[in-house]
């Protein structure tokens, strides 16, 4: 069974920074795409940002470049997110997400609130 | 970048009738792959999205054959037969052509 637990999350104070994780068990994790896809209160879905299996590819949504950074540890199963210099309206629910041509699976999420 | 355009944004439906939701992009997913990549994904209340259908008319590894899905070009529609209490949620679509991924804004369904 597909598994992705992510954790990491919490208050943190506008221009801060936070780290994600998420941990994959149950399939090959190096043979996948992971991406990070977020919601905020009450709002739909946004994609964040994308790697590809072997960190070849990355991509980010705008609003995010030059602030967060996706990578990965293959030999640990575990995908990250860096977030530095957060704003009000980063604050959301963010998943972690497999990709394969389009995602598959979801994580149960990690709430990040970024407040004064 | 590629707006995606449910309608409606919501919808009552009794139980055992039909729904059917739309989800129009502005332009087409057609890679020259030959594949479409347009998805749907089910979010039920305080649950994670769930897939549901993929390339336009897949059906995810163990969703109901009650839902389905068809469209080509920039038009597509997910259509939910005999619906029950386990549908309720917000129904998105999404398109995986090209960064960034965009999603629709939601329908919400609900029982009348």
């Known amino acids: 069974e597909v598994q992705l637990v992510e954790s990491g999350g919490g208050l943190v104070q506008p221009g801060r920074s936070l780290k994600l994780s998420c941990v994959a068990s149950?399939?090959?994790?190096?043979?996948?795409?992971m991406n990070w896809i977020r919601q905020a209160p009450g709002k739909g879905l946004e994609w964040v940002a994308y790697?590809?299996?072997?960190?070849?590819?990355?991509y980010y949504v705008e609003t995010v470049k030059g602030r967060f950074t996706i990578s990965r540890d293959n030999a640990k199963n575990t995908l990250y997110l860096q977030m530095t210099s957060l704003r009000s309206e980063d604050t959301a629910l963010y998943f972690c997400?497999?990709?394969?041509?389009?995602?598959?699976?979801w994580g149960q999420g990690v709430m990040v609130t970024v407040s004064s | 970048d590629i707006m995606m355009t449910q309608s409606p944004l919501s919808v009552a439906v009794t139980p055992g009738e039909s729904a059917s939701i739309s989800c129009r992009s502005s332009?087409?997913?057609?890679?020259?792959?030959?594949?479409?990549?347009l998805s749907w994904y089910l979010q039920r209340p305080e649950k994670s999205p769930q897939l549901l259908i993929y390339q336009i008319s897949n059906l995810a590894s163990g969703v109901s054959d009650r839902f389905s899905g068809s469209g080509s070009g920039t038009d597509f529609t997910l259509q939910i037969s005999k619906v029950e209490t386990e549908d309720v949620g917000i129904y998105y679509c999404?398109?995986?052509?090209?960064?960034?991924?965009?999603f629709g804004a939601g329908t919400k369904l609900e029982l009348k």
């Open positions: 332009r087409r997913l057609l890679h020259s792959n030959g594949i479409t990549y």
């Open positions: 149950g399939f090959t994790f190096s043979n996948y795409g």
């Open positions: 790697i590809s299996s072997t960190s070849s590819y990355i």
């Open positions: 997400a497999r990709h394969q041509l389009w995602v598959d699976n």
């Open positions: 999404v398109q995986f052509l090209e960064v960034p991924y965009t």
